[in-house]
C-alpha cells in the first residue's frame, strides 16, 4: 500500500512559478514510475509528466515542454514539478501517482496503481 500527498499549489500570476511536492509513504518507492496528472474543471484527467522507476527517464505532454520538469528524490520518497511560465490554462487540480515496476503506457490514468487526493494550482491572467 502506498498513500501519496501532494502539497504546494496555490495561487499564482500567469508567467510564475510553483514546484508541487508528493510524498510517498511505504517503502520501495524507487520501485514506482511517478507521475503528475491534472483535471481542469468540466474536463477529463489529463496526463502532464511522468519519471521511470528505475531508469529516471522522463515523459512530459506536448503542452508542458520546455516549462515544466519532473524530478524524484528517492531518498525522502518524493517526487516534485517545478512549473515555470504558468499560464491561465495550467489551472487545474494536479494530481500524482503511483506504478508499480510499469515503464509502459505512463501516459494512462489506468496504468496507475495509487492516486493522491490533488492539490490546486490557480493561474491568474
Known amino acids: 500500500q502506498v498513500q501519496l500527498v501532494e502539497s504546494g499549489g496555490g495561487l499564482v500570476q500567469a508567467g510564475g512559478s510553483l514546484k508541487l511536492s508528493c510524498a510517498a509513504s511505504g517503502r520501495a518507492f524507487s520501485s514506482y514510475s511517478m507521475g503528475w496528472f491534472r483535471q481542469a474543471s468540466g474536463k477529463e484527467r489529463e496526463f502532464v509528466a511522468a519519471?521511470?522507476?528505475?531508469?529516471?527517464?522522463?515523459y512530459y505532454t506536448d503542452s508542458v515542454k520546455g516549462r515544466f520538469t519532473i524530478s524524484r528524490d528517492n531518498a525522502k520518497n518524493i517526487v516534485y514539478l517545478q512549473m515555470n511560465s504558468l499560464k491561465p490554462e495550467d489551472t487545474a487540480v494536479y494530481y500524482c501517482?503511483?506504478?508499480?515496476?510499469?515503464?509502459?503506457?505512463?501516459?494512462?490514468?489506468?496504468?496507475?496503481?495509487?492516486w493522491g487526493q490533488g492539490t490546486q494550482v490557480t493561474v491568474s491572467s
Open positions: 501517482a503511483a506504478a508499480y515496476r510499469s515503464y509502459r503506457s505512463l501516459v494512462t490514468t489506468s496504468r496507475y496503481d495509487y
Open positions: 519519471v521511470a522507476w528505475s531508469s529516471d527517464n522522463t
